[in-house]
T-cell receptor, first 115, second 115 residues
Framework: KAGVTQTPRYLIKTRGQQVTLSCSPI?????VSWYQQTPGQGLQFLFE???????NKGNFPGRFSGRQFSNSRSEMNVSTLELGDSALYLC??????????????FGPGTRLTVL | AQTVTQSQPEMSVQEAETVTLSCTYD???????LFWYKQPPSRQMILVIR??????QNATENRFSVNFQKAAKSFSLKISDSQLGDTAMYFC????????????FGKGTKLSVKP
């Protein structure tokens, strides 16, 4: 079974631009979560999508948004980029159903650099 | 709000020896889930071990085991017979059980296994 894939792996943008990152979950997984990883703040939860609906949201400004498609692939968008948005963005997929939280499988991440 | 604290930013251990990584958390929930994730230098995060708070028995996965002290809100990871491939960042994570895809991470412990 193929793992979680993220594209692109590296991205360089300038302040004020917008960016879209993509995540393809493991086949059969319906939940996709996004995390931002920085040296200062560590790993922070952005949002989770399940069956095309945002199920949970972290404490990030509205410039960060996402969506999920019917095939469970997910995209996240950051508008009006700021220098502080430079980070490794990790996507994780899981089955997403059942009472207990399922194991999350992480992708390799997209390294975003904002100049 | 729940928080996760890892007080050891860096640790090192000799190959074949045992090392313990510390993690404390704060929550008012009674039923929740705790995880240890490993992030090797290649960046792909993988699950090491998980513990359900309602289970008194400490989880074990081969050379990895936890010491879960619910009253003390402590969740340490013990790695026995350390191997060079154990070199990685280790993250302690918390899920409140009410939301599937939302993990709260500690800042991580960088473990180096020396030959």
């Amino acid at each position: 079974k193929a793992g979680v894939t993220q594209t692109p792996r590296y991205l360089i943008k300038t302040r004020g631009q917008q960016v879209t990152l993509s995540c393809s979950p493991i086949s059969g997984h319906r939940s996709v979560s996004w995390y931002q990883q920085t040296p200062g703040q560590g790993l922070q939860f952005l949002f989770e999508y399940f069956s095309e609906t945002q199920r949970n949201k972290g404490n990030f400004p509205g410039r960060f948004s996402g969506r999920q498609f019917s095939n469970s692939r997910s995209e996240m968008n950051v508008s009006t980029l700021e220098l502080g948005d430079s980070a490794l963005y990790l996507c994780a997929s899981s089955l997403g159903s059942g009472g207990a939280p399922n194991e999350q499988f992480f992708g390799p991440g997209t390294r975003l650099t904002v100049l | 709000a729940q928080t996760v604290t890892q007080s050891q930013p860096e640790m090192s251990v000799q190959e074949a020896e045992t090392v313990t990584l510390s993690c404390t958390y704060d929550t008012s929930e009674n039923n929740y889930y705790l995880f240890w994730y490993k992030q090797p230098p290649s960046r792909q995060m993988i699950l090491v071990i998980r513990q359900e708070a309602y289970k008194q028995q400490n989880a074990t996965e081969n050379r990895f085991s936890v010491n879960f002290q619910k009253a003390a809100k402590s969740f340490s990871l013990k790695i026995s017979d350390s191997q060079l491939g154990d070199t990685a960042m280790y993250f302690c994570a918390f899920n409140d059980g009410g939301s599937q895809g939302n993990l709260i991470f500690g800042k991580g412990t960088k473990l180096s296994v020396k030959p």
